[in-house]
Structures are given as C-alpha cells and as structure tokens.
C-alpha cells in the first residue's frame, strides 16, 4: 500500500513518525511524499495548545474534503485525537480510522486492519524499533508523558505518567542512525531532565549522554526540553563538557515575575532561573541559551509582564520563543479568575518580541570574527545554508556561508563568522 504520512505538532510527533514510517516500510508498504499518490494517508495530530489544535483541525478537514474527489484511507492519530476522539468523529465522519497516543507498531496494525476507532491509555513508548530519517539530522524520543503539575499544562491529561526508554534503546537507535549517515541528533521528551526517574529510581540523563558520546562517527548530540526546576549541576556538566555535545540549554522558564511562576506551579524563583543561567555561562560563555515563555496568564498584570521584560534583560538569551496563553480544558488555571483580554495578550506577545529581538541582535553579534563548527544542509547558487550550535531546526535560525568551493552535504565544516542579524549569522568557510 502507498503510504503519506503528515505531521504536524511538535519533534516528538516527528521521531514518532520516523519510526512508524520504518515499521511500515519493513511491513512491504511504500511511503510517498506525494499524497495524490497515497492510498491512504496519516495524520499525525497535536492537541496541546490552540492554535496547534486549529492547525491539526483545519488539516484534517482539508483531507476529508480532498476525499470527495479521490477516495483513500484516511486516518488520524495522536494527541488531539486522544483528547477529542468523540467529538472529532462524530463532527468528521469522512476520516476513515481515529487512533489516540498508541506506540508507531500499534498505529502499523491499525491501518493495516483499517481499525475504525482506538483510543485506550497511552503507550507511546517503544523499545527496539527500525528506523527511518530523510534529514541531515534525526528526533530520537527518550522518554514521553509527563509527572509535573504546571498548572496551564495539559499534557499530562494525555500523555499519561512520565516513561523512559531504557539506555540500551536509546544507544541502539542512535548508532543506527549514525551508521545511515545523519550527522545531528537530538533528544526530546517532555521534559528530558526526568530521564531515567521511573527506570533507575533517579535522573540519569548525564549517564545516558555519557554513553551515547561514546559512539563512534562523525555526529553531534543536542538535547531539548531541559526543565529547569530539575536541571542539575551534572547535566549541566555533562552538556558542557562531552566533545559530541552541542553547547546548546533549552529551557522553558516560562515567566520572570515571581507570583506569576508559583501561580504556574513552578518551582524556581526569577533569581533562581538566573544563578542557573549563570552556571551555564560560567562553564562556557558562547553556549546557546533558548528559553519559552508565556504572556496573558490568568491575572497577570503590567507589573507582572514589566517584570518579566526585566528578567529578560538581565538574562540575555540567545535564542526565545513565545506563546499567549489559552484555556485548557482540565487544567488548574482554566479555573483562575482574572483572565487577560486577548487584545492586552496580543500586545504584549508584540511587545515581547520586539524587545527579545534587541537583546537577540546583541547577543550574536559576539560571534562576528570567530570561527564556529557549521553542519552545512543545503545549498543554491550562491550559499551554503548550515546551523550551528546556537541553531536547532525550524525554532532557531541559521547560518548562511559563501559559496567558494565544493563541499560535502551534509556535513560539518568550520566558517568565520563575517556578520549577523537578530536571529541569523554569515560566515566564510576555512
């Protein structure tokens, strides 16, 4: 059978995916990117936020309309399914097959059996699985589901209990992939720093990088997702020191006002957050700092969103993303009182991001002058496009190099860095 899958949603979706898509290809099916040539087609949804549930919604609708003029097998799976299964069948009875959080060998036995409903408890965790990656660089899932209690956080009321995969998995997957040539692989879960709590009875994420390192090739290791009320001196370590380590700290923070990160359930202060970032630098100076946030949290005020443009000042990261707050159904703060205006929200979203843009210019154009290791990706006419430590795919920027002579793709290259942007670098190769 051929085979489109679309993902939508986060890198989780995308390592999912990968894996499925191996499965389905040992199982004699044939993936196209086409989707005018599938005979059926997978979309893998999100239901985390509101716009990535519009988004996932708004895809969905498209394919059941596509249905009226070409028929395939059209099945939907994931997140948002998992949380809207009823709604979502009875609104679009077009879709042909809707599966929740099931691992990729559970979704393979679905469509094969053309399964019309499968929603049970998640078991998105694999073990051993083939796996299959198109890019320079590859998603690797170490853990799923989540045990912390953000109170604007739904996740756990689809994902289920925090559960890792064990090191022996992990390093299997990564060697295999650096056996097919990808040069970058990146660790995700909900929360990485928690990697190893339910098998080891603690966090081991700085053993588990310590063993990955150890593999052999020419390949790098970035990690996402670093809590950072659980992100510890040996992890910090460990990211900072390992020669197949990006220097690179994702860390959703959130906010920067105090009352606002209790009310958040979160457990560091704004001048804990700080001494955190503090140590990183102190290990080393050029590491890539990315952080979230979030603006129009239930009651908070203009003192509150000054504070954390304050905090954000005085943090200086590299690299930010931002969202607006939204209600989620059966979290604690879609209880709260206090909600902000969206027109208020808004402003302060556009506001934000002006000001981060300033501290973003600032912060690369250290950089100009030296000399940084690229993974050059693709190429036109003129440039090589290649991301470095600071970049992490589709979230971050990029690193445009002048063309002056044949080089490898993909492949890392060491370029001095000639000028820079808000958010982008230029460089000559060496």
């Keep these: 059978m051929k085979i489109g899958i679309k993902v939508l949603g986060c890198p989780k979706n995308e390592a999912d995916c990968d894996v499925l ?85 559970q979704i393979a036995e679905a469509i094969e059996k053309a399964t019309p409903y499968l929603v049970e408890k998640p078991t998105v965790v694999y073990e051993e699985a083939p796996r299959s990656c198109n890019n320079s660089f ?26 890792s995969r064990s090191i ?29 709590v339910d098998l080891y009875n603690k966090a081991v994420l700085d053993q588990l990088l310590k063993k990955l390192n150890s593999i052999e090739g020419n390949f790098r290791i970035r990690v996402m997702y670093l809590h950072p009320d659980h992100l510890t001196d040996k992890m910090i370590d460990a ?57 129009g949290f239930p009651g908070e005020t203009n003192d509150d969103f000054q504070k954390l443009l304050d905090f954000l000042e005085k943090a200086k990261f590299d690299r930010l993303g931002c969202f607006i707050y939204s209600d989620e159904e059966g979290t604690v703060s879609s209880s709260m009182k206090r909600k902000v205006s969206e027109r208020i929200a808004r402003e302060r979203y556009e506001n934000l991001l002006i000001f981060q843009s300033q501290i973003a210019y600032e912060r690369l154009k250290r950089f100009v002058g030296k000399n940084l290791n690229v ?5 036109n006419e003129l440039f090589y496009v290649a991301r470095s430590h600071l970049d ?39």
């Design 21 to 105: 898509e191996a499965i389905l290809k040992d199982r004699g099916h044939e993936i196209v990117s086409d989707i005018e040539e599938a005979e059926a087609v997978i979309i893998d949804t999100c239901g985390f936020i509101e716009s990535a549930k519009k988004e996932s919604i708004d895809e969905i609708i498209t394919f059941a309309n596509y249905k009226k003029y070409r028929p395939f097998f059209l099945c939907v799976k994931g997140c948002l399914v998992q949380r809207y299964s009823k709604e979502l069948s009875k609104e679009i009875p077009e879709v042909d097959s809707w599966l929740g959080v099931l691992s990729p060998h």
């Design 138 to 163: 590859a998603y690797v899932k170490i853990a799923d589901g989540c045990d912390r209690s953000c109170t604007f956080c739904s996740i756990p009321l689809f994902k289920g209990r925090f559960k």
């Design 168 to 196: 022996e998995s992990i390093y299997s997957e990564v060697e295999r992939l650096v056996e097919i040539g990808v040069k970058e692989i990146i660790l995700v879960a909900q929360d990485t720093t928690a990697y190893g």
């Design 239 to 295: 990211i900072c020191s390992l020669d197949k380590l990006l220097p690179y700290f994702d860390i959703p923070v959130q906010h920067g006002s105090d009352r606002i990160l209790k009310q958040m359930g979160r457990i560091k202060n704004s001048e804990q957050l700080l001494e955190l970032i503090a140590y990183i630098r102190s290990h080393n100076p050029d590491a890539a700092i990315r952080t979230s946030v979030m603006v």
């Design 375 to 379: 993974l050059i990706e693709q190429e």
């Design 392 to 430: 992490a795919p589709e979230v971050d920027g990029e690193v445009t190099v002048k063309k002056t002579r044949e080089v490898d793709i993909p492949g890392y290259y060491t370029v001095r860095i000639t000028d820079s942007d808000e958010y982008d670098l230029k460089g000559e190769l060496i």
